[in-house]
């Protein structure tokens, strides 16, 4: 596929590129790059990463420990790279590397969110106990959950595992110095709601209890709403189908070959039988995306554009049952927080 480059964006792309390029520190963000030939889609996964990691009151460090969780769960070597650099960057060098070795975090508090973080993939096995955050940060930690059950998969499904050439990432002395380069950046507050004009308009599907009058809160229903779209690309028994594993799915992660498809998968014909497979293995297994797969789909799908719709389509199916699953024990935030609304249609 050939996405827009920072070079060649103009419009809607060339903003939302220039605010991550202000505001993450970095100039060009391959996983916002592969969404770039559906605006509306890379519009809204750019709003949840933003207002749910980055900006507002909740501490960096503990939502980095989160998407840090949530990616080694989701077996994402990207956005692990990625999000141990980012650790680096908030300054405790110790705990990235206590993470990315395996190790339990020493503080108590930074040991309970990678715990929830990680529970977060399997439903239900975040269990009983209340989540580890307070409640007026609910909004921050659980859509940093769920904005990166999102960007695993379409990391996963469409780049590479490298982040740097070489494998570079792999050098503890390379994440270090990558995350003193992004230090400044990654340790400002950076005040909620400046994504959302870049929504084209209001979502049409509510917003989340856990998130409601807050910029997450609606940055998560417009992601639903756009990603959610790709559906329409499958036939009725197709997307049946696909609806209907992902929610039988318990969070293992599927046998290895393919035969765990053929039952999904048995009943469909022409584009639909590709379509399901692909939605379905970005949903429950993306870093077993291949070639033959993608090329499949392209038969009768040759747009790079729905390519990206049917990988998000799949990837919200996932995160809407990860959201099922733990919205019960998550905190209701204390009263509505002002936020920049997106402009009318």
């Given at each position: 596929?050939?996405?827009?480059?920072?070079?060649?964006?103009?419009?809607?792309?060339?903003?939302?590129?220039?605010?991550?390029?202000?505001?993450?520190?970095?100039?060009?963000?391959?996983?916002?790059?592969?969404?770039?030939?559906?605006?509306?889609?890379?519009?809204?996964?750019?709003?949840?990463?933003?207002?749910?990691?980055?900006?507002?009151?909740?501490?960096?460090?503990?939502?980095?420990?989160?998407?840090?969780?949530?990616?080694?769960?989701?077996?994402?070597?990207?956005?692990?790279?990625?999000?141990?650099?980012?650790?680096?960057?908030?300054?405790?060098?110790?705990?990235?590397?206590?993470?990315?070795?395996?190790?339990?975090?020493?503080?108590?508090?930074?040991?309970?969110?990678?715990?929830?973080?990680?529970?977060?993939?399997?439903?239900?096995?975040?269990?009983?106990?209340?989540?580890?955050?307070?409640?007026?940060?609910?909004?921050?930690?659980?859509?940093?959950?769920?904005?990166?059950?999102?960007?695993?998969?379409?990391?996963?499904?469409?780049?590479?595992?490298?982040?740097?050439?070489?494998?570079?990432?792999?050098?503890?002395?390379?994440?270090?110095?990558?995350?003193?380069?992004?230090?400044?950046?990654?340790?400002?507050?950076?005040?909620?709601?400046?994504?959302?004009?870049?929504?084209?308009?209001?979502?049409?599907?509510?917003?989340?209890?856990?998130?409601?009058?807050?910029?997450?809160?609606?940055?998560?229903?417009?992601?639903?709403?756009?990603?959610?779209?790709?559906?329409?690309?499958?036939?009725?028994?197709?997307?049946?189908?696909?609806?209907?594993?992902?929610?039988?799915?318990?969070?293992?992660?599927?046998?290895?070959?393919?035969?765990?498809?053929?039952?999904p998968s048995a009943d469909l014909t022409g584009?639909?039988?590709?379509?399901?497979?692909?939605?379905?293995?970005?949903?429950?297994?993306?870093y077993r995306v291949t070639d033959a797969d993608?090329?499949?789909?392209?038969?009768?799908?040759?747009?790079?554009?729905?390519?990206?719709?049917?990988?998000?389509?799949?990837?919200?199916?996932?995160?809407?049952?990860?959201?099922?699953?733990?919205?019960?024990?998550?905190?209701?935030?204390?009263?509505?927080?002002?936020?920049?609304?997106?402009?009318?249609?």
């Open positions: 596929m050939t996405p827009v480059t920072p070079e060649a964006a103009t419009g809607r792309i060339a903003a939302v590129y220039g605010q991550a390029t202000t505001d993450f520190g970095l100039a060009r963000m391959p996983v916002l790059m592969t969404l770039s030939p559906v605006p509306g889609l890379l519009a809204a996964t750019w709003a949840l990463l933003r207002e749910s990691l980055v900006a507002g009151p909740a501490s960096r460090t503990g939502r980095e420990v989160v998407a840090l969780g949530v990616s080694m769960a989701n077996r994402c070597p990207y956005c692990v790279a990625a999000h141990t650099t980012l650790l680096h960057a908030t300054g405790d060098h110790r705990l990235a590397e206590d993470i990315s070795r395996g190790d339990t975090p020493a503080d108590p508090g930074h040991a309970a969110l990678l715990g929830w973080a990680t529970a977060t993939r399997t439903p239900g096995a975040a269990g009983p106990e209340p989540a580890p955050f307070p409640a007026e940060h609910t909004a921050e930690y659980a859509g940093t959950a769920l904005t990166f059950h999102f960007i695993n998969r379409i990391a996963s499904a469409l780049l590479t595992d490298s982040m740097l050439p070489g494998r570079l990432q792999d050098s503890r002395l390379v994440r270090n110095l990558s995350g003193r380069v992004l230090a400044r950046t990654v340790r400002r507050r950076l005040p909620a709601g400046e994504s959302l004009p870049f929504l084209a308009e209001p979502p049409a599907l509510p917003e989340p209890v856990w998130a409601a009058g807050t910029p997450v809160g609606t940055a998560f229903a417009a992601l639903r709403e756009a990603a959610g779209a790709g559906g329409a690309l499958l036939g009725e028994r197709a997307r049946a189908a696909v609806l209907e594993t992902v929610g039988a799915w318990d969070g293992e992660h599927p046998a290895m070959g393919g035969g765990w498809l053929d039952g584009s639909d039988l590709p379509g399901a497979r692909l939605a379905l293995l970005t949903a429950l297994a993306p993608v090329a499949a789909w392209r038969v009768t799908h040759p747009d790079d554009a729905d390519l990206v719709r049917l990988i998000a389509y799949g990837a919200i199916t996932a995160v809407e049952g990860v959201e099922a699953s733990i919205r019960r024990d998550l905190p209701e935030p204390s009263g509505t927080r002002s936020r920049t609304a997106p402009p009318s249609p």
